[in-house]
C-alpha cells in the first residue's frame, strides 16, 4: 500500500501548516531564531492563538494574530532571540507604521505578484509584538 509509516502523512501535513499558514519556520536550533511569514490575512479569521514547537526540547512557539480595520498584530512568544518577519497585508492595504514591543521599527515594504508584505529582522528575546498599522 504506500511507502512509509502513516504518522509521515501527518508530519507532512502539520509541517505545511506550520510553515505555510501559519509562517513559522525553525531557522537555527528549537526556535532561537524563526523566520515568521504567516499567511492568516487570506483567511476569513480575524482572531486566532497558533502554537507548534517541539515537545521533547520544550521549545514551543505561541502566536497571537488580530486583525482590525486600523491594523494588525501579531505577538509571538518563543525562545527566539532574532525574528526575521515578512508579513502579508490584507489585500489593498499598505503599511504607515511598524511597532514591534510598542517601538517604531524600521521596516521594508515588499511586494510578491499583486501581494504586499512588510519585511523586518528584529530582536525578540522571548517576545516579539508586531503591530502593523495600515496607511
Known amino acids: 500500500m504506500g511507502g512509509g509509516p502513516s504518522g509521515w502523512g501527518a508530519a507532512?501535513?502539520?509541517?505545511?501548516?506550520?510553515?505555510?499558514?501559519?509562517?513559522?519556520?525553525?531557522?537555527a536550533c528549537r526556535y532561537t531564531e524563526i523566520d515568521f511569514a504567516p499567511r492568516w490575512?487570506?483567511?476569513?479569521?480575524?482572531e486566532l492563538r497558533y502554537v507548534t514547537g517541539y515537545e521533547r526540547s520544550r521549545a514551543?512557539?505561541?502566536?497571537?494574530?488580530?486583525?482590525?480595520?486600523?491594523g494588525l498584530r501579531y505577538r509571538l512568544q518563543s525562545p527566539?532571540?532574532?525574528?526575521?518577519?515578512?508579513?502579508?497585508?490584507?489585500?489593498g492595504r499598505d503599511c504607515r507604521r511598524l511597532l514591534v514591543?510598542?517601538?517604531?521599527?524600521?521596516?521594508?515594504?515588499a511586494k510578491v505578484g499583486s501581494?504586499?508584505?512588510v519585511d523586518a529582522?528584529?530582536?525578540a528575546r522571548g517576545v516579539a509584538d508586531f503591530e502593523v498599522l495600515f496607511g
Open 115 to 117: 501581494s504586499r508584505y
Open 121 to 123: 529582522s528584529v530582536s
Open 101 to 109: 514591543n510598542g517601538t517604531e521599527t524600521p521596516f521594508k515594504p
Open 12 to 27: 507532512a501535513m502539520l509541517s505545511a501548516i506550520d510553515q505555510g499558514l501559519a509562517g513559522i519556520v525553525d531557522a
Open 80 to 91: 527566539a532571540v532574532r525574528v526575521n518577519a515578512h508579513l502579508l497585508l490584507p489585500k
Open 60 to 70: 514551543f512557539v505561541d502566536c497571537r494574530y488580530v486583525l482590525t480595520d486600523s
Open 41 to 46: 490575512p487570506v483567511t476569513d479569521y480575524t
